[in-house]
């Protein structure tokens, strides 16, 4: 991979954690150590960027430690970084309307008009049973990921290489994106899955949830309210504590 890789140019490696009964083990830590140690003596070393956090709103439910709803994404470019398009993937502001209350820019627009710096912690939807992209594989990523970040690392026809390609994600969004793709899979029926995604791509019907904000539930849908039985269950567990 640091062979292939062009001066300046981007690696980006998304992790999460093992996790056996008596601890978890953040992989990332694991994966920084590698490519530090790896490459410190080399011309052009690793170096890392950002660290983002990927977090998402649902998962397995935990009984005995917090439910994991985030992963990591490393980001390291091999010497100096040659290529950040912040303004390709700025993010709507809160309060966009927001002024400067003093000095020289007083009463003006504060915020950017493109929007604001998407920061290092990404709240993207997983793909669940449900999501519009699901398809046979068993962990596959939102487009919308390695899309923020081939929109931010990379120019326009530029190479984009996932040596675990899966179902084919990073190589839809590269070509989503007009970038080049190369990737590999060692499994067939995901090879087969990532085949036809990329082609579906190519042919503009590839189905994909645009990376937009999540939204708050509608606090009146049904799914929203409280149901009575778990209102009741509450209750009684509170009035057992009085
Ligand atoms: C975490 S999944 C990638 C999922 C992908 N990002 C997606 O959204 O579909 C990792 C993939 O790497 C593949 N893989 C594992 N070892 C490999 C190898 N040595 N060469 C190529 N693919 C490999 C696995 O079969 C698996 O599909």
């Keep these: ?5 062009k001066v300046g140019g981007s690696v980006c490696w998304q992790i999460g954690y093992h996790i056996s009964d008596k601890c978890v083990i953040p992989l990332d830590y694991l994966v920084y150590d590698l490519f530090t140690s790896l490459s410190k003596d080399l011309d052009f070393p690793l170096t890392l960027r950002n660290r983002i956090i990927w977090t998402f709103g649902h998962g397995l439910n935990s009984i005995n430690r917090f439910s994991g709803r985030h992963e990591v994404i490393l980001w390291f470019t091999k010497g100096e970084q040659k290529i950040f398009n912040l303004d390709e993937v700025r993010v709507p502001q809160k309060y966009p309307g927001k002024k400067a209350y003093r000095g020289p820019n007083k009463g003006k627009l504060s915020g950017n008009p493109l929007g604001k710096n998407p920061s290092d912690v990404w709240e993207i939807p997983n793909v669940s049973a449900k999501h519009v992209e699901k398809t046979d594989h068993p962990c596959q990523f939102p487009i919308a990921i390695p899309q923020r970040l081939i929109k931010a690392l990379t120019l326009p026809d530029g190479m984009v290489l996932d040596p675990f390609a899966g179902s084919g994600t ?28 990329l082609r579906d791509t190519i042919n503009g019907t590839l189905r994909i949830r645009e990376d937009k904000p999540v939204v708050a539930p509608n606090p009146n849908s049904a799914v929203a309210k409280l149901p009575e039985e778990f209102k009741r269950i509450r209750e009684e567990k509170n009035g057992e504590k009085h």
């Design 1 to 5: 991979m640091y062979r292939v890789l």
């Design 170 to 197: 990073t190589g839809a969004a590269a070509i989503l994106e007009g970038r080049r793709f190369a990737g590999s899979e060692i499994t067939p029926k995901y090879y087969k899955t990532a085949h036809k995604r």
